[in-house]
């Protein structure tokens, strides 16, 4: 019998996001793609990770985490979102915002078992899932707001839907759920008697005002939701891979043994710089994230208008989701390439955040760069009248 790669490999391909890293690199552009903060990473942040080296975090940890860093975790949600924690026995830490809703699937779902994604969705999310086991099925949120009805959930729902992810802020649409969406969401939750799966990991990249509600924090919610973020964007951090769950003791330990089998454990000393910034960092600093990132947005959002590809302005996170429809070619992808040849700016291909052809007029532009990188990319935006 002939080796072959097994059945799930066609189930997993690299992502559109790292397709066009990889031609901007070889290409010498300006990177507006890949969600890569190259903003300084705080200095507490550093000094705890080298202090702990220094001192012997070396080893590996509990596999939901170090002790210091699930009782940070639980001090910032009280302060920030209201919610009591349990750090002993509530708290997962993982590899990752990405690694910690992989095993939060393994642990909760089965083959077969359907979740409901909002569309435009986070290609990992959708991967994910499939490879899991799970299948997805779609709603789509209806731009410039973003919005979903009722009808369009009750829609998709059958015997075998088992859960529904709500991503707040959202990447790559930058919606910002309401109290309103969410109370009707934990309705059709509780109605259907579904997980909650959420990413919140850019929970404090918010513009106009706007306010971040942890879906948790909703009334009838607390026990069905697996509370997902980490702080590879607020602290710049996104090759540390420091994630983590919250979730009642029913559901933690479980994913808390995957955790165990497919990462062991997220690296030692990081956890602990992790846990200083947690504790250290005030509102100052998150304040200072959501008007440091709003100006940015707004000069991104400035220059796509002037080039004539209508941006959608984003409510947080910090991607800008744009129609490029003028743009020669036939697919996004095809678009997407054109841009990065002719200016020498990568963006992603709007066909990665849909399960049909509903992207191919779209692409998604990255603004968590240094603002002198920034100014270059919309001087070369501006350029594409």
């Known amino acids: 019998m002939a080796l072959n ?13 790292r397709n066009m890293s990889v031609e901007c690199d070889r290409m ?3 990177n507006l793609s890949q969600g890569i903060s190259d903003l300084a990473v705080p200095k507490c942040v550093m000094m705890a990770a080298q202090k702990a080296i220094e001192g012997g975090y070396n080893s590996y940890t509990h596999f939901s985490g170090l002790e210091e860093l699930r009782k940070a975790i639980a001090e910032k949600q009280k302060k920030y979102t209201g919610m009591d924690i349990d750090p ?81 802020p959202a990447n790559p649409s930058g919606k910002v759920f309401s109290k309103e969406e969410l109370d009707r969401i934990a309705e059709f939750a509780s109605n259907y008697d579904l997980f909650v ?4 990991i850019y929970e404090h990249f918010l513009y106009d005002g706007k306010e971040h509600i942890a ?11 697996i509370t997902i973020s980490g702080l590879s964007k607020t602290f710049s951090i996104t090759g540390w891979r420091i994630g983590y769950s919250i979730c009642d003791p029913k559901w933690s330990r479980s994913i808390g043994y995957f955790n165990d089998l497919i990462y062991v454990c997220a690296p030692s000393p990081l956890q602990m710089g992790v846990a200083k ?24 959002c400035n220059s796509l208008r002037e080039a004539n590809l209508n941006p959608f302005v984003p409510e947080g996170a910090y991607y800008i989701l744009a129609d490029i429809s003028r743009i020669p070619g036939k697919s996004s992808n095809e678009r997407c390439l054109y841009i990065l040849r002719e200016i020498g700016v990568a963006s992603v291909p709007g066909s990665a955040f849909y399960h049909d052809k509903s992207g ?26």
Request: glycine fraction near 6%; aromatic fraction near 10%; include cysteine.
């Open 277 to 300: 910034g947690l504790i250290d960092l005030d509102k100052d600093f998150y304040q200072h994230i959501s008007q440091q990132f709003q100006r940015k947005r707004d000069m991104v």
């Open 5 to 17: 790669l097994s059945s799930r490999h066609e189930l997993v391909r690299q992502s559109e996001i």
């Open 88 to 168: 002993e026995n509530e708290i997962v830490v993982s590899a990752g915002s990405t690694g910690a809703f992989y095993c939060a699937c393994l642990a909760l779902l089965n083959p077969g078992d359907e979740v409901i994604l909002f569309e435009p969705y986070y290609g990992y999310h959708k991967t994910t899932l499939v490879a899991a086991g799970a299948v997805p099925v779609y709603v789509r949120l209806s731009p410039p707001e973003w919005t979903f009805t009722d009808e369009s959930l009750e829609s998709v729902v059958s015997g075998k839907t088992r859960g529904i992810l709500i991503n707040t």
């Open 215 to 225: 879906p948790a924090t909703i009334p009838g919610m607390r026990e069905r939701t």
């Open 360 to 385: 191919e007029k779209l692409a998604r532009f990255c603004f968590a760069k240094e603002d002198y990188v920034l100014s270059e990319a919309c001087t070369r935006l501006k350029s594409l009248k």
């Open 28 to 30: 010498g552009g300006i």
């Open 197 to 200: 799966f959420t990413d919140e």
